[in-house]
Protein backbone atom coordinates (compact mmCIF):
# COMPACT_ATOMS: atom_id res chain seq x y z
CA UNK A 1 0.00 0.00 0.00
CA UNK A 2 3.11 2.24 0.90
CA UNK A 3 4.65 1.34 -2.17
CA UNK A 4 1.46 2.03 -4.11
CA UNK A 5 1.39 5.62 -2.50
CA UNK A 6 4.56 6.67 -3.29
CA UNK A 7 4.41 5.78 -6.85
CA UNK A 8 1.08 7.80 -7.19
CA UNK A 9 3.06 10.81 -5.89
CA UNK A 10 6.03 10.16 -7.70
CA UNK A 11 3.68 9.89 -11.21
CA UNK A 12 1.86 13.22 -10.25
CA UNK A 13 5.02 15.07 -9.65
CA UNK A 14 6.54 13.58 -12.73
CA UNK A 15 3.07 14.91 -14.99
CA UNK A 16 3.55 17.92 -13.34
CA UNK A 17 6.83 18.71 -14.14
CA UNK A 18 6.33 17.60 -17.45
CA UNK A 19 3.52 20.26 -17.71
CA UNK A 20 5.12 23.13 -16.35
CA UNK A 21 8.71 22.24 -18.86
CA UNK A 22 6.32 22.00 -21.82
CA UNK A 23 4.56 25.47 -21.57
CA UNK A 24 1.28 24.29 -19.83
CA UNK A 25 1.87 26.95 -17.00
CA UNK A 26 2.89 29.99 -19.23
CA UNK A 27 0.10 29.50 -21.85
CA UNK A 28 -2.43 29.68 -18.69
CA UNK A 29 -1.29 32.09 -17.21
CA UNK A 30 -0.81 34.28 -20.16
CA UNK A 31 -4.32 32.76 -21.44
CA UNK A 32 -5.60 34.91 -18.04
CA UNK A 33 -3.71 37.37 -18.61
CA UNK A 34 -5.57 38.01 -22.20
CA UNK A 35 -8.93 37.94 -20.52
CA UNK A 36 -8.16 40.18 -18.07
CA UNK A 37 -7.22 42.94 -20.57
CA UNK A 38 -10.25 42.24 -22.62
CA UNK A 39 -12.41 42.64 -19.66
CA UNK A 40 -10.70 45.94 -19.05
CA UNK A 41 -11.41 46.79 -22.65
CA UNK A 42 -14.90 46.29 -22.96
CA UNK A 43 -14.96 48.30 -19.29
CA UNK A 44 -13.59 51.38 -20.96
CA UNK A 45 -15.81 51.34 -23.92
CA UNK A 46 -19.14 50.42 -21.81
CA UNK A 47 -17.87 53.52 -19.58
CA UNK A 48 -17.53 55.23 -23.17
CA UNK A 49 -21.28 54.47 -24.03
CA UNK A 50 -22.65 55.37 -19.85
CA UNK A 51 -21.70 59.09 -21.07
CA UNK A 52 -23.74 59.32 -24.08
CA UNK A 53 -26.80 59.75 -22.93
CA UNK A 54 -26.03 62.76 -20.37
CA UNK A 55 -23.65 64.31 -23.75
CA UNK A 56 -26.80 63.98 -25.87
CA UNK A 57 -29.36 65.60 -23.05
CA UNK A 58 -26.73 68.96 -22.51
CA UNK A 59 -26.19 69.29 -26.80
CA UNK A 60 -29.90 68.72 -27.17
CA UNK A 61 -31.26 71.75 -24.77
CA UNK A 62 -29.15 74.32 -26.89
CA UNK A 63 -28.69 72.37 -30.14
CA UNK A 64 -32.22 70.77 -30.37
CA UNK A 65 -32.66 70.83 -34.51
CA UNK A 66 -29.44 68.76 -34.89
CA UNK A 67 -32.04 65.47 -34.84
CA UNK A 68 -29.94 63.84 -37.84
CA UNK A 69 -26.81 63.76 -35.32
CA UNK A 70 -28.62 62.67 -32.57
CA UNK A 71 -30.00 59.75 -34.47
CA UNK A 72 -26.95 58.76 -35.81
CA UNK A 73 -25.59 58.37 -31.90
CA UNK A 74 -28.54 56.54 -30.65
CA UNK A 75 -27.83 53.88 -33.15
CA UNK A 76 -24.18 53.75 -32.94
CA UNK A 77 -24.64 53.25 -29.08
CA UNK A 78 -27.06 50.35 -29.76
CA UNK A 79 -24.60 48.82 -32.19
CA UNK A 80 -22.28 48.70 -30.06
CA UNK A 81 -24.47 47.51 -26.97
CA UNK A 82 -25.67 44.63 -29.09
CA UNK A 83 -22.09 43.08 -29.83
CA UNK A 84 -20.51 41.38 -26.86
CA UNK A 85 -17.62 39.26 -27.05
CA UNK A 86 -17.03 36.88 -24.55
CA UNK A 87 -13.62 35.34 -23.54
CA UNK A 88 -14.66 32.40 -25.54
CA UNK A 89 -14.82 33.96 -28.32
CA UNK A 90 -11.20 35.82 -28.33
CA UNK A 91 -10.17 33.54 -30.72
CA UNK A 92 -12.54 34.49 -33.58
CA UNK A 93 -11.45 36.90 -35.93
CA UNK A 94 -15.23 37.92 -37.31
CA UNK A 95 -16.50 38.67 -33.75
CA UNK A 96 -13.54 40.98 -32.98
CA UNK A 97 -13.95 42.56 -36.33
CA UNK A 98 -17.73 43.44 -35.91
CA UNK A 99 -17.03 44.78 -32.51
CA UNK A 100 -14.24 46.68 -33.37
CA UNK A 101 -15.99 47.95 -35.92
CA UNK A 102 -18.98 48.80 -33.76
CA UNK A 103 -16.84 51.12 -31.73
CA UNK A 104 -15.61 52.40 -34.44
CA UNK A 105 -18.69 53.38 -35.31
CA UNK A 106 -19.33 54.78 -31.89
CA UNK A 107 -16.78 56.95 -32.04
CA UNK A 108 -17.08 58.84 -35.57
CA UNK A 109 -20.36 59.26 -33.81
CA UNK A 110 -19.30 60.69 -30.70
CA UNK A 111 -16.63 62.81 -32.49
CA UNK A 112 -19.92 64.30 -34.84
CA UNK A 113 -21.41 65.20 -31.53
CA UNK A 114 -19.05 66.94 -29.97
CA UNK A 115 -17.90 68.98 -32.41
CA UNK A 116 -21.37 70.94 -32.95
CA UNK A 117 -20.19 72.98 -29.94
CA UNK A 118 -18.14 74.87 -32.36
CA UNK A 119 -21.89 75.92 -33.86
CA UNK A 120 -23.87 77.00 -30.13
CA UNK A 121 -21.44 78.69 -28.12
CA UNK A 122 -23.50 78.87 -25.28
CA UNK A 123 -23.41 75.10 -25.30
CA UNK A 124 -19.46 75.57 -25.48
CA UNK A 125 -19.71 77.46 -22.14
CA UNK A 126 -22.05 75.43 -20.46
CA UNK A 127 -20.07 73.67 -17.54
CA UNK A 128 -21.93 70.25 -17.26
CA UNK A 129 -20.94 69.92 -21.01
CA UNK A 130 -17.16 70.82 -20.37
CA UNK A 131 -17.20 68.35 -17.32
CA UNK A 132 -18.70 65.76 -19.63
CA UNK A 133 -15.76 66.38 -22.50
CA UNK A 134 -13.28 66.42 -19.79
CA UNK A 135 -14.48 62.92 -18.73
CA UNK A 136 -14.44 61.43 -22.25
CA UNK A 137 -10.98 62.94 -23.19
CA UNK A 138 -9.71 60.89 -19.58
CA UNK A 139 -12.45 58.05 -21.06
CA UNK A 140 -10.52 57.84 -24.56
CA UNK A 141 -7.21 57.87 -22.70
CA UNK A 142 -8.42 54.80 -20.59
CA UNK A 143 -9.40 53.32 -23.83
CA UNK A 144 -6.12 54.16 -25.19
CA UNK A 145 -4.05 52.47 -22.82
CA UNK A 146 -6.35 49.24 -22.33
CA UNK A 147 -6.05 48.20 -26.09
CA UNK A 148 -2.38 49.08 -25.93
CA UNK A 149 -2.48 46.57 -22.88
CA UNK A 150 -4.21 43.82 -24.63
CA UNK A 151 -2.37 43.91 -28.20
CA UNK A 152 0.93 43.56 -26.12
CA UNK A 153 -0.45 40.47 -23.85
CA UNK A 154 -2.20 38.84 -26.74
CA UNK A 155 1.08 39.02 -29.08
CA UNK A 156 2.62 37.41 -26.34
CA UNK A 157 0.16 34.79 -25.72
CA UNK A 158 -0.11 33.89 -29.56
CA UNK A 159 3.74 33.75 -29.59
CA UNK A 160 3.60 31.23 -27.15
CA UNK A 161 1.03 29.29 -28.64
CA UNK A 162 2.98 29.41 -32.17
CA UNK A 163 6.28 28.14 -30.55
CA UNK A 164 8.13 24.88 -30.68
CA UNK A 165 7.87 23.20 -28.71
CA UNK A 166 5.04 24.93 -26.45
CA UNK A 167 2.67 24.94 -29.82
CA UNK A 168 2.75 20.98 -29.46
CA UNK A 169 1.03 21.67 -25.95
CA UNK A 170 -1.57 24.50 -27.03
CA UNK A 171 -2.33 22.09 -30.00
CA UNK A 172 -3.34 18.96 -26.95
CA UNK A 173 -4.94 21.40 -25.01
CA UNK A 174 -6.84 23.34 -28.47
CA UNK A 175 -5.39 26.31 -27.23
CA UNK A 176 -5.84 29.08 -30.65
CA UNK A 177 -4.26 32.10 -31.07
CA UNK A 178 -6.50 34.80 -30.15
CA UNK A 179 -7.63 37.74 -32.41
CA UNK A 180 -5.84 40.55 -31.55
CA UNK A 181 -6.49 44.89 -32.57
CA UNK A 182 -5.06 45.94 -35.95
CA UNK A 183 -4.30 49.85 -36.44
CA UNK A 184 -4.04 51.90 -39.17
CA UNK A 185 -0.53 53.04 -38.15
CA UNK A 186 1.74 52.73 -34.71
CA UNK A 187 0.69 56.35 -33.76
CA UNK A 188 -2.50 55.27 -33.17
CA UNK A 189 -2.08 52.74 -31.04
CA UNK A 190 0.25 54.43 -28.66
CA UNK A 191 -0.93 58.57 -28.51
CA UNK A 192 -3.96 58.49 -26.70
CA UNK A 193 -7.06 61.09 -28.90
CA UNK A 194 -7.09 64.34 -27.83
CA UNK A 195 -10.85 65.25 -27.04
CA UNK A 196 -10.70 68.69 -28.19
CA UNK A 197 -12.80 70.70 -30.59
CA UNK A 198 -11.11 74.12 -30.54
CA UNK A 199 -10.70 73.86 -34.12
CA UNK A 200 -13.92 71.78 -35.11
CA UNK A 201 -12.02 69.49 -36.02
CA UNK A 202 -12.80 65.76 -33.88
CA UNK A 203 -9.75 63.77 -34.66
CA UNK A 204 -10.43 60.04 -34.65
CA UNK A 205 -9.96 58.02 -31.23
CA UNK A 206 -7.47 54.68 -31.16
CA UNK A 207 -10.74 52.44 -31.83
CA UNK A 208 -11.79 53.97 -35.03
CA UNK A 209 -9.16 51.55 -37.09
CA UNK A 210 -11.00 48.42 -38.02
CA UNK A 211 -10.00 45.04 -38.69
CA UNK A 212 -8.60 41.90 -36.83
CA UNK A 213 -5.48 40.03 -37.22
CA UNK A 214 -4.83 36.94 -34.91
CA UNK A 215 -0.89 37.41 -34.89
CA UNK A 216 0.92 40.52 -33.40
CA UNK A 217 -0.66 43.98 -34.07
CA UNK A 218 0.52 45.19 -36.54
CA UNK A 219 1.23 48.90 -38.58
CA UNK A 220 0.85 50.71 -41.84
CA UNK A 221 -2.02 48.82 -42.98
Partial sequence: MKNFKKLTVAALLASSLSLSGCGYNTLQAQDEQVTASWSEVVNQYQR??????????????????????????????????????????????????????????????LSRLMAISERYPDLKADAMFQDLQAQLEGTENRITVARQRYIQDVQGYNTTVRQFPTNLTAMVFGMDPKANFTVENERQISTAPTVNFDNGAAPAASGAATGTNTGTATSGQ
Fill in 48 to 109: RADLVPNLVAVVQRYAEHEREVFTEVASARAAAGSVQITPETLNDPNSMKQYQEAQAQMTGA
